[in-house]
């Protein structure tokens, strides 16, 4: 199990409700998708590192600075003697390997990974050295998507390839692993001085005015959802999921939050939100159960 866990940017989490509510425009959309599909490679990595049977520790999503310059570190692993730091890339197509770049044979080209890859061991070595650890790092650039090809890429660079996954957990399996104190000393500094970014200043403009209101499926995101009284569900008319009421109106003021971090949460504002699928008396209550509430009568509201 990963000592830290991977969770989605609050950059991709925005994104993703704007997507639906409001629509993006093409370069942004475009953004939002490369979010996307980049977290998938990294969570489908995890799937991979989490059947690690060795002693190490499995640090997920780091982003860390030292001498005023971050640097982020997909998946790093500590092990006895040396640390392993992963870049994960979920390219699909066919490329071309060039000494500055990834060249796509049908579409745009990349930035060659190993220059990020360089970068981030430099920085990390300078931190660790910090911290007072000297410990080898041997940092790689995983391809995780099995539809990608390199071609002409040399041998000897730090890549690996789909068809050598399995390799390379066979091989970190045989990495000596003996933790001491001392490992997760490291371990526990290194999350503690992982930074969160405010995702506001990389997001288009919007408002609340902008966003199309009603309960979306938990799912598939359709706004086709019908709500039982009796069952206390939303069900999708699309992809057919239930959700009880509580966890969709809930999943609904956490949307709010996320989008409109200063605006006050109130019964009138959560009713409104989700297009009076649900009363008003329903939404209190659950707000009631699930938040702090301030103030009284009609100028109560939540946090």
């Not at 959802?225 to 206390?232: K, L």
């Not at 008319?237 to 109130?266: H, M, Q, W």
């Given at each position: ?10 950059e991709l989490l ?9 629509g993006l425009k ?6 939002y998708l490369n979010?996307e ?5 990294e969570?489908?990595?995890?799937e991979l ?6 002693q190490?520790?499995?640090l ?7 001498n005023?310059?971050?640097f982020?570190?997909d998946?790093?692993i500590?092990f ?9 890339k979920?390219?699909?197509?066919d490329?071309i ?6 060249k ?6 990349y930035?060659n990974?190993l220059?990020?890859l360089?970068r981030?061991?430099?920085l990390f070595?300078q ?6 650890y000297?410990?080898p790092?041997e940092?790689?650039v995983?391809?995780i998507?099995p539809?990608?090809t390199l071609?002409?890429?040399p041998?000897n660079k ?13 091989k970190l399996e045989?990495?000596?692993a ?13 999350v503690?001085?992982h930074?969160?970014e ?12 902008q ?9 598939c995101?359709?706004?086709?959802v019908?709500?039982?009284?009796g069952?206390r569900?939303?069900?999708c ?12 109106i809930?999943?609904?003021?956490e ?7 200063d605006i006050?949460i109130?019964?009138n504002l959560v ?10 008396k329903t939404?209190?209550k659950?707000l ?5 509430s301030?103030?009284?009568?009609k ?5």
């Amino acid at each position: 199990m990963a000592y830290k866990n991977r969770n989605e940017s609050g950059e991709l989490l925005i994104l993703r409700i704007l997507n639906r509510r409001m629509g993006l425009k093409a370069e942004e959309q475009k953004k939002y998708l490369n979010l996307e599909k980049g977290f998938k490679g990294e969570t489908q990595f995890d799937e991979l590192t989490e059947n690690l049977q060795s002693q190490c520790i499995i640090l997920n999503e780091l982003l860390l600075e030292v001498n005023e310059s971050k640097f982020q570190i997909d998946t790093t692993i500590i092990f006895q003697d040396a640390i392993y730091p992963f870049e994960v890339k979920n390219y699909d197509g066919d490329f071309i390997y060039k000494p500055d770049r990834l060249k796509k044979i049908s579409g745009k080209d990349y930035k060659n990974p190993l220059d990020q890859l360089k970068r981030t061991q430099f920085l990390f070595s300078q931190l660790l050295q910090n911290l007072g650890y000297n410990i080898p790092i041997e940092g790689s650039v995983v391809f995780i998507n099995p539809e990608f090809t390199l071609y002409e890429a040399p041998p000897n660079k730090p890549f690996v390839f789909p068809t050598q996954l399995n390799q390379l957990i066979k091989k970190l399996e045989k990495v000596p692993a003996k933790l001491t104190n001392r490992h997760f000393k490291l371990a526990d500094k290194l999350v503690s001085l992982h930074q969160i970014e405010s995702p506001y200043t990389r997001l288009p403009p919007y408002d609340y005015n902008q966003q199309k209101k009603g309960i979306t499926c938990a799912k598939c995101n359709s706004f086709n959802v019908t709500f039982s009284t009796g069952a206390r569900k939303v069900f999708c008319d699309i992809c057919k999921c239930e959700e009880g009421i509580e966890s969709a109106i809930l999943r609904n003021v956490e949307e709010i939050k996320l989008l409109f971090p200063d605006i006050k949460i109130t019964t009138n504002l959560v009713y409104e939100w989700c297009s009076g699928v649900v009363a008003k008396k329903t939404i209190k209550k659950y707000l009631k159960k699930n938040y702090q509430s301030i103030g009284n009568k009609k100028y109560t509201y939540y946090i």
